[in-house]
């Protein structure tokens, strides 16, 4: 793990603990009983800094599943923290999916302090299935199911139940934007580390009160909304849309295997509002796009 402070111009290690045997996410909570924590999901154990990645929570380093006699899930992928204790114990809630040789997933409570203290049978499965992405809304979490559909837990009273955006398809994306649910739905393979940026398919969508509606009609790798304008991210371009019922602009990028996308929304997207007249460059500098070299050679992705 590494850290900047001065805007990526200089790195360092952020501890010595942490190395890449694949660390799946960095996830930073923003709401919920551990807000303002960053949790590392990593194949070697799950993480928590609670600064920035000054120091490290005491006793925090642990794979989901290793203490039971089932069989293990897969990777970890997503944390998020509700504003209340699930059960009166868990703290923070963890998804785990493909890759998974041995199919034993799902979303899993965890018991920070139980953790911290040593304790045993600190999680437990709390919905079944693959998951990726998840989301904590009105006291609901909304996990996006990649064998179909999202999974939705009411985290007071654990009732469970199903939402389908187009017919049983897989959900990868399940994001909050301006107060409102977005997801967005996957066709592909699950093979390797790297299967979330290579989709064939998928659409986007937003949960309306008479259910969802398209917004976007292909696969994107990620996607931002801010004050209903839409900005995603497909391999080769950048999309965007003033409005969800605006046509779509696309701004063709350079040949590379696109990962991530990062916007500054003060400096950058509302200071250069006219995408589509001659402010475009000036505005696409203010964007910050992750890539990875195209190498046919590297066999994780």
Known sequence: ?????????????????????????????????????????????????????????????????????????????????????????????????????????????????????????????????????????????????????????????????????TGKDPVLFVKVFDGRIFVETYRGQYQGDCWMWTGKSGEVYVLEDNGFKRIYDEYVITFLVRNGAFLALKRGALIYKPTLDSPAVEIELPKMRYTNLVVDWDEGWFSCPQLMEKSTTQCLTRWLVESAPLNPSTKAC
């Open 1 to 165: 793990m590494m850290k900047t402070e001065d805007g990526g111009k200089t790195w360092r290690h952020s501890y010595d603990g942490i190395y890449g045997d694949t660390v799946n996410a960095l996830n930073l909570i923003e709401s919920g009983l551990l807000k303002g924590s960053l949790v590392i999901t990593a194949v070697s154990g799950i993480e928590i800094t609670q600064n920035h990645g000054d120091t490290w929570m005491e006793g925090v380093d642990f794979v989901l599943g290793r203490s039971t006699d089932k069989n293990l899930p897969g990777y970890s992928w997503r944390a998020v923290s509700p504003d209340t204790k699930v059960k009166g114990r868990y703290d923070l809630l963890i998804s785990t999916g493909y890759p998974s040789p041995f199919r034993e997933d799902g979303v899993f409570g965890v018991d920070i302090s139980c953790v911290r203290s040593g304790g045993k049978n600190c999680s437990e499965k709390l919905v079944e299935g693959p998951h990726y992405d998840m989301v904590i809304m009105n006291g609901k979490l909304y996990a996006g199911n990649l064998d179909g559909g999202i999974d939705m837990l009411d985290l007071t009273t654990l009732k469970s139940s199903k939402l389908y955006v």
